[in-house]
């Protein structure tokens, strides 16, 4: 049995090599930590929907039915809702949702190009339906296609979050500090 001890370590490593390469390139403090927090946040998403993973090749037959998979949206979810959640479904939906938001923070300070909400959510239901294709072809997971609609509600509201923080660090600054950093108008008419 491979174990979430595995990918683990090799975030472990990863980290260690963005902090090297960050610094080679002068990268702020504060741009490592984001790929840092960003890496741990992917390492503890994948550990958690992945491992552990059988070794046993008897466990590997591809002749395995696909019953476990759904991909009617919306389908678990109104059915969930229907009959009342009880405290393993309650967690499972709200789980799937938390288990996205840290990656929806730390995505947009790691990476410029998804601090517009449509990159993030893309980006997002990208990364959960790699996911949900990986648990299709493991054995002892199930793949449904509301865990992909539920882990990109997670990371829109990790994104909210990423962008009020951003707003309230804006209205922090002083009017000194802002007029520096802000660009200056244009005096030519």
Do not use: Y
């Amino acid at each position: 049995m491979l174990s979430a001890n595995a990918i683990i370590i090799a975030a472990g490593v990863v980290m260690i090599g963005l902090v090297a390469l960050g610094r080679a390139r002068g990268s702020s403090g504060a741009t490592i930590l984001a790929w840092c927090a960003l890496t741990g946040a992917v390492a503890w998403i994948l550990a958690l929907t992945l491992f552990p993973i059988p070794i046993d090749p008897g466990l590997w037959r591809f002749q395995r039915r696909f019953g476990d998979v759904t991909l009617v949206p919306f389908r678990t979810i109104r059915s969930q809702l229907a009959f009342g959640l009880r405290e393993s479904e309650a967690r499972q939906l709200l789980g799937n949702v938390a288990l996205f938001v840290p990656f929806g923070f730390l995505l947009p300070a790691a990476v410029r190009a998804c601090r517009r909400p449509w990159a993030l959510l893309v980006a997002a239901a990208a990364f959960s339906v790699l996911i949900e294709t990986l648990q299709a072809i493991l054995p002892g997971h199930t793949t449904d296609v509301d865990d992909v609609i539920l882990n990109t509600a997670g990371a829109a509201l990790g994104f909210l979050a990423f962008s009020v923080a951003v707003w309230v660090a804006g209205r922090r600054r002083t009017p000194e500090e802002r007029t520096v950093r802000e660009p200056a108008a244009s005096s030519a008419g």
